[in-house]
């Protein structure tokens, strides 16, 4: 059986840090692009970043870049989202993704999801 935990999140004051990891098992990813959701309170899914399966083409939503950077590591089937200077409206549950092509990732009809980790930004 599949599966995607994610893991990290918690409750940061504005300007902090936090590094989610998404765990899979289940079968091997390294051939995989990944990504990262989120989903407000009160609103739809926002995609957050992907990243292909070799790790040399990623994409962010304008909202984190210079803030975010996905990362993964296919020896460890585990991908990463390293967070800084959040917001409050970082305020979210993070969600990981994975398909075998990035655009899916990003478009948001990835056939694997995570449970969801939640992230609480206090200012």
């Known amino acids: 059986q599949v599966q995607l935990v994610e893991s990290g999140g918690g409750l940061v004051q504005a300007g902090g840090s936090l590094r989610l990891s998404c765990a899979a098992s289940?079968?091997?990813?390294?051939?995989?692009?990944m990504g990262w959701f989120r989903q407000a309170p009160g609103k739809e899914r926002e995609f957050v970043a992907a990243?292909?399966?070799?790790?040399?083409?990623?994409n962010y939503v304008d909202s984190v870049k210079g803030r975010f950077t996905i990362s993964r590591d296919n020896a460890k089937n585990t991908w990463y989202l390293q967070m800084n200077s959040l917001r409050p409206e970082d305020t979210a549950v993070y969600y990981c993704?994975?398909?075998?092509?990035?655009?899916?990732?990003?478009?948001?009809?990835?056939?694997?999801w995570g449970q969801g980790t939640q992230v609480t930004v206090s200012s």
């Open positions: 993704a994975a398909d075998r092509l990035i655009r899916t990732v990003v478009i948001g009809t990835a056939g694997y």
């Open positions: 289940g079968r091997t990813f390294s051939m995989y692009a």
């Open positions: 990243i292909d399966w070799s790790g040399g083409v990623t």
